[in-house]
């Protein structure tokens, strides 16, 4: 929760508040100066959800993790060169001082931080409302992922499930209408493998990991008559196991975890194989914690897998058997953890995947040719680009690019960045992301 001044009350007199955008930039700004020079100011509340700031005068501040520090845990891998740099002023904390000293460790970076995502995501809005080039000449598809579904606005926030998309079944529909007034044409795997005509707007609707919650989905699809592909990992559908970022998410949120502990914590493991960070979850919160608690986080059953897969709006994909990041896997495991998923999909639902998404996003020259190898003729990253026509089969076909969308944000405006030839954002990602 952001920190406010309990003794400050809004008059008639006080001048008209200036836009959001602006007070945003103030108030972290201000933050920053106090937080940098302690006699300007006695305490300075920071939210971690929010990443803002507001000065309120008087009373020391309470360092901890409404503070911006990171929780001092002892169980974990969580955050330990901060810790060190940290452990000093917390153990002297009795001054405002000192409470302001550990204060500007962490949250001065996230305060430039926020600050930095403010100016960027403005520019985002800048350049998706002037882009001129929103559907090129020669035709794009555009390909949009999502993981989970939420019912309603009240499952929201359920520790089950780690931090992700928010995306609701009000916003998945309110995509939907969005992409389809915007003149796009939705289409399977089978379509774009056949070759998509130039000229015209197509897209992609996907959805990662094979969770049970896609079923809501369903009716979306079966209003606007399109279709979606599901990547599925293949042994989480086998082995009844939950993702192991939600478990590790989920039992964190047991011992009192914020939300950025979590992040980090997640973010730190991932370097790891699958099956070594499911050993590490299991030795650090025992035998059950990869067992899922319900239907929010369980993925599919093998038949209910079957079942989904017949119906008319559903195409199944290849995730991977384990959901391996492929780019920290030798050659021998790219082509098992590619071909074994393949081999249980056409098994499970009688019929052969023709698409693979990347886990993660991650792809390399090992990975296209495996998956060629193993039949699937299309391939999804997360590379945040639209996909200009015509896609030459092979290759060009395998490397497609993907966005992300967003719950509780305008449908409509994410469909025009999406469309935008050139968004700042996209473009560090990109970067960022580049192939092996």
């Known amino acids: 929760m952001t920190a406010t001044n309990e003794n400050t009350s809004p008059s008639k007199s006080e001048p008209v508040s200036p836009p959001p955008f602006q007070s945003a930039l103030r108030i972290q700004t201000e933050a920053i100066s106090a937080a940098s020079n302690p006699k300007a100011a006695t305490a300075i509340p920071v939210s971690i959800k ?32 901060t810790i060190g740099a940290l452990e000093t002023t917390q153990r002297d904390a009795s001054t405002p001082r000192a409470r302001i000293g ?43 992922l999502f993981h989970s579904l939420y019912r309603d606005t009240s499952q929201l926030g359920d520790p089950v499930l780690a931090r992700n998309q928010n995306v609701t079944v009000e ?32 897209a992609l609707i996907t959805f990662d990991d094979g969770y049970f919650n896609n079923t809501l989905a369903l009716g979306v699809l079966e209003q606007f008559a399109v279709p979606a592909t599901f990547f599925v990992s293949s042994d989480h559908v086998l082995q009844n196991k939950a993702f192991w970022w939600d478990a590790l998410s989920r039992e964190m949120s047991k011992d009192g975890a914020a939300d950025h502990a979590k992040l980090s914590e997640i973010k730190k493991v991932k370097v790891l194989g699958s099956d070594q960070v499911e050993q590490f979850i299991r030795e650090r919160f025992g035998d059950d914690a990869l067992r899922p608690s319900g239907d929010l986080d369980r993925p599919f059953t093998p038949a209910e897998l079957r079942d989904f897969a017949r119906h008319k709006h559903v195409h199944i994909g290849n995730h991977t058997r384990s959901h391996a990041i492929l780019t920290r896997c030798d050659a021998h495991e790219v082509a098992r953890q590619i071909g074994d998923c393949q081999a249980a999909l056409t098994q499970i639902t009688g019929k052969a995947p023709l698409a693979i998404a990347y886990p993660n996003g991650n792809y390399s020259s090992l990975a296209v040719e495996a998956s060629l190898a193993a039949g ?45 030839s050139f968004i700042p954002s996209n473009a560090i990602k990109r970067l960022i992301h580049r192939p092996s």
């Open 171 to 202: 916003d998945f529909r309110c995509f939907v209408s969005a992409l389809l007034e915007s003149g796009y044409t939705v289409v399977s795997p089978a379509q774009v493998d056949a070759g998509l005509k130039p000229g015209g707007n197509y």
């Open 50 to 81: 929010t990443q803002r700031a507001t000065l309120v005068p008087g009373g020391p501040q309470v360092v901890g993790q409404d503070a911006g520090c990171v929780p001092l845990r002892k169980d974990g891998l969580l955050g330990r060169r």
């Open 376 to 420: 699937l003729r299309v391939g999804l990253t997360t590379r945040p680009h639209r996909n200009l026509l015509p896609l030459e089969p092979g290759r060009s076909r395998m490397t497609l690019g993907r966005f992300i969308f967003n719950g509780g944000e305008d449908a409509r405006h994410q469909c025009r960045k999406f469309a935008a």
């Open 102 to 144: 550990a204060l500007t460790v962490r949250s001065r970076m996230s305060l430039l931080e926020s600050l930095a995502r403010t100016g960027l995501h403005a520019a985002d809005n800048w350049f998706a409302r002037i882009s001129a080039d929103s559907s090129a000449a020669c035709g794009t598809l555009l390909s949009v």
